[in-house]
């Protein structure tokens, strides 16, 4: 597992090992949350430019019937989905393969994002990247929101996020998160 604040590599990460895993002649299938369509919709993409192909979905289920024979399945924008992806990871574990989650580990509020506790939890390991904070410098491990809040799941890029340390992190007002 792969989990930290937005600009922290994690992305990269998942791109890297996926590109080594096909370099060692193994079969790997990619997948993203469906509704991140910010860079491409078939595609992983860094912010940095960075780029491997995905399998766009919304249900987690649905990458069990798309897993074919590869032995290596990797998710990116895991805290998109539901409660319903610790068990399909722990299927494909149990089927022998090897998963790569990545996703953020913290929301714009600071709190546990998604299924992201439940996947840590039963993860062989768990990678925490951390970012440079916009404002000072430091390491960061929040993400925080830019643009006016439209709900849990907004999808954005740098001109609605940035890294942030803990002592610069801001969030927004408790009663606007849904």
Not at 87 to 112: E, F, K, Y
Request: hydrophobic share 40%; aromatic share 6%.
């Amino acid at each position: 597992m792969i989990q930290g604040c937005m600009f922290s590599g994690k992305s990269e990460r998942v791109v890297g090992q996926l590109r080594a895993a096909r370099e060692e002649g193994r079969r790997v299938v990619a997948f993203k949350h469906a509704s991140d369509d910010r860079y491409a919709a078939g595609q992983i993409v860094t912010h940095s430019g960075q780029r491997i192909d995905a399998v766009p979905v919304r249900d987690p289920n649905r990458i069990l019937d798309l897993t074919a024979d590869a032995s290596l399945i990797a998710i990116d924008e895991a805290q998109f989905f539901g409660d319903e992806l610790v068990d399909v990871c722990r299927t494909l574990a149990a089927q022998g393969r090897d998963v790569i989650v990545a996703g953020l580990d913290l929301d714009s509020w600071g709190l546990p994002f998604g299924p992201m506790p439940g996947v840590a939890a039963i993860a062989d390991e768990v990678v925490t990247t951390h970012g440079v904070c916009a404002r000072c410098g430091s390491i960061a491990d929040h993400t925080q929101r830019l643009t006016p809040v439209a709900g849990q799941t907004m999808i954005g890029g740098p001109e609605s996020y940035e890294p942030r340390c803990a002592a610069c992190f801001e969030p927004p007002p408790a009663e606007l998160r849904r």
